[in-house]
């Protein structure tokens, strides 16, 4: 699959352009392009695409977008939470490029896209990525804090990390000197990032004697960030956050455990006992992953029906180890199909690791509490791997998933 980021924010059919990269299978930049338009945006990616899949990560909002520039809910989630404010039109109020726009221009050139990434590299996609985002998480990555398991708000801190303001939406109060300095200092603060390839940005910032040729090496570092960071969601999801709904509006960003910790954190709300699966839904559901079978002897008419899924490519989850026992909503999904929740009774797992014991299986029992939990079965079994609420972040595999269903 061949990866682009493309900077569409001073797109706007007039004078102003989008700047795009390609990488190579390495993770390096190997193409840099301007494109005047959508048409001609999409036109380059699909040459360059040669055919091949393609993810390309744009800055603008593709799902849950709308033309007054409104917020969605993850625009909130993500400034509270992260302290980081997306824009969500231009500063003179116009919105930015709309995701069905992109999605059509993309099919005109031949390129049908889905409107987030196809985690199976089979359909071309796009991915909504932001730069701010993705300069904060590598800032943090870098920062003490980021090791500093033992600090008392480290929350406040993510929040309150400076991100240097090199795009500033208003001209006229920056001169060339400001924004060259803004730039360089970003640049500088990520130039060591593990999987992004900053060499072209800082050549053109290098020669950029102008304000024009500045903010056209902001936008190649733009590009280059988004680019960067859709190649880490594929290659490593683990390291990576998905935040928000497919439909409803979403936004990929890196992400180490703490920060996806504090990004995927459900919101507060009411829930209540999980009802059946239909048994034929369920399999149906799991059928490419999983085989379903019955794993009660016999069906008594009027109970539930007990099955059993086994995986053959498990799906990999992560739990933060808070509790005594796995609460759900300290649990995050990486890789792999998403089990339902519905009807499930237990769970066996296998702890990612690098010793010995990594073969061993382990058991989670559903607890009677109505928020999402388990119990870990029995005890000694896990404190063998899992020291009891040492706050840190433990990656699984789901080996097989036993249901109720009707």
């Not at 917020?71 to 231009?90: F, S």
């Not at 060259?180 to 130039?191: G, T």
């Not at 009807?343 to 073969?359: N, T």
């Given at each position: 699959m061949r990866i682009f980021g493309a900077d569409l924010r001073d797109l706007d059919g007039t004078s102003g352009s989008a700047t795009v990269v390609a990488l190579d299978a390495a993770g390096a930049v190997n193409h840099v392009a301007r494109a005047a338009d959508l048409?001609?945006?999409?036109?380059?990616?699909?040459?360059?695409?040669?055919?091949?899949?393609?993810?390309?990560?744009?800055?603008?909002?593709?799902?849950?977008?709308?033309?007054?520039?409104?917020?969605?809910?993850?625009?909130?989630?993500?400034?509270?939470?992260?302290?980081?404010?997306?824009?969500?039109?231009?500063?003179?109020?116009?919105?930015?490029?709309?995701?069905?726009e992109l999605i059509h221009a993309f099919a005109t050139a031949g390129h049908a896209c889905l409107p987030f990434p196809d985690r199976d590299r089979r359909q071309s996609g796009l991915v909504e990525i932001h730069p701010e985002l993705v300069l904060k998480a590598l800032i943090w990555e870098s920062s003490t804090a980021a090791g500093a398991r033992d600090l008392p708000d480290r929350e406040g801190i993510l929040r309150a990390l400076a991100v240097p303001e090199y795009r500033s939406p208003r001209p006229?109060?920056?001169?060339?000197?400001?924004?060259?300095?803004?730039?360089?200092?970003?640049?500088?603060?990520?130039?060591g990032a593990d999987g992004f390839d900053f060499r072209p940005a800082l050549d053109?910032?290098?020669?950029?004697?102008?304000?024009?040729?500045?903010?056209?090496?902001?936008?190649?570092?733009?590009?280059?960030?988004?680019?960067?960071?859709?190649?880490?969601?594929?290659?490593?999801?683990?390291?990576?956050?998905?935040?928000?709904?497919?439909e409803s509006g979403y936004v990929v960003?890196?992400?180490?455990?703490?920060?996806?910790?504090?990004a995927l954190r459900e919101p507060a709300r009411a829930t209540g006992h999980a009802s059946l699966f239909p048994r034929a839904s369920l399999a149906a559901r799991l059928?490419?992953?999983?085989?379903?079978?019955?794993?009660?002897?016999?069906?008594?008419?009027?109970?539930?029906?007990?099955?059993?899924?086994?995986?053959?490519?498990?799906?990999?989850?992560?739990?933060?180890?808070?509790?005594?026992?796995?609460?759900?909503?300290h649990c995050r999904h990486l890789t792999g199909p998403e089990?339902?929740?519905?009807?499930?009774?237990?769970?066996?797992?296998?702890?990612?690791?690098?010793?010995?014991?990594?073969?061993?299986?382990?058991r989670l029992v559903r607890s009677r509490h109505k928020t999402l939990s388990f119990r870990f079965e029995p005890p000694a079994a896990w404190r063998l791997r899992v020291p009891p609420r040492d706050g840190k972040t433990y990656p699984f595999r789901i080996l097989r998933a036993a249901f109720d269903a009707e």
């Open positions: 048409s001609a945006l999409a036109r380059e990616v699909a040459k360059l695409a040669a055919g091949e899949p393609l993810l390309c990560a744009v800055d603008v909002p593709v799902a849950g977008g709308s033309a007054t520039g409104k917020p969605r809910r993850v625009d909130g989630w993500l400034r509270r939470r992260l302290g980081v404010r997306i824009p969500l039109a231009r500063a003179a109020g116009s919105p930015f490029v709309a995701g069905p006229a109060r920056a001169d060339w000197a400001d924004r060259f300095a803004a730039l360089d200092a970003a640049v500088s603060a990520v130039a053109e910032l290098q020669r950029a004697v102008t304000e024009s040729a500045v903010a056209a090496a902001a936008s190649l570092f733009d590009a280059t960030l988004l680019a960067g960071a859709a190649r880490r969601y594929l290659e490593e999801p683990e390291r990576c956050a998905f935040v928000g709904l497919r960003l890196p992400a180490d455990a703490f920060v996806r910790r504090v059928a490419p992953h999983a085989v379903v079978r019955p794993s009660a002897l016999l069906e008594m008419p009027g109970h539930a029906q007990q099955v059993e899924a086994v995986f053959e490519k498990p799906p990999r989850y992560e739990f933060d180890n808070l509790d005594e026992m796995m609460w759900w909503k089990l339902p929740t519905d009807g499930l009774r237990e769970i066996v797992v296998r702890l990612d690791a690098g010793d010995d014991d990594a073969a061993m299986s382990l």
